[in-house]
């Protein structure tokens, strides 16, 4: 069976749910909530940005973010703190999250792609970032965290300017 037509019955995560958590996730994020933001996050989990957005194995290639529990702490800080040019002014954001697909699914998590455009405004003007988002979403005591979100920019190889922001 493909993956288009797979049955993703096992899943005690549904599609709905997910998106929930996905959504939450975007509006914290630009509503700048960081603290919000990090308690959504499995001890364990990773934020990555790769530069090459082919990519299999982040740990074994260049990211412009590959970011574990303390390194997430390290970045919120630094974008609060008012201790990092990229950070000051803080740019205002808007995400805009669509194309929701269930990837891979088992009793207590699922794997969801969408396809994310955010829209920052910054020193009077306007970026665009297009996006390939995943999300590995598990259930910890009854309630989803984000495992692992990879967001694959369709220009990845070109340099990001200084982002004052996660993506």
């Known amino acids: ?21 996905i959504w939450l996730e975007a509006d914290l994020l630009d509503c700048r909530d960081y603290e919000a933001w990090l308690a959504l996050w499995t001890a364990g989990g990773h934020y990555v940005i790769p530069v090459d957005r082919e990519t299999p194995d982040f740990e074994a290639q260049l990211n412009y973010a590959y970011d574990d529990a303390a390194m997430r702490r390290m970045r919120v ?6 201790h990092a040019i990229s950070s000051t002014p803080a740019a205002r954001s808007v995400r805009t ?6 990837m891979e699914s088992g009793a207590d998590f699922c794997v969801v792609r969408c396809a994310q455009h955010l829209v920052e405004y910054k020193f009077e003007r306007q970026r665009l970032y297009a996006a390939d988002v995943s999300y590995r979403l598990v259930r910890e005591n009854g309630v989803l965290k984000l495992d692992e979100k990879v967001v694959r920019l369709i220009n990845a190889g070109d340099a990001l300017g200084s982002l004052s922001y996660l993506l």
């Not at 037509?5 to 096992?10: D, K, S």
């Not at 999250?97 to 269930?102: D, G, N, Q, T």
């Open 1 to 21: 069976m493909s993956a288009m037509t797979a049955p993703l019955t096992n899943s005690v995560i549904a599609l709905d749910e997910a998106m929930e958590a």
């Open 77 to 82: 800080d630094r974008l609060v703190g008012g």
């Open 97 to 102: 999250l669509s194309r929701f697909r269930v």
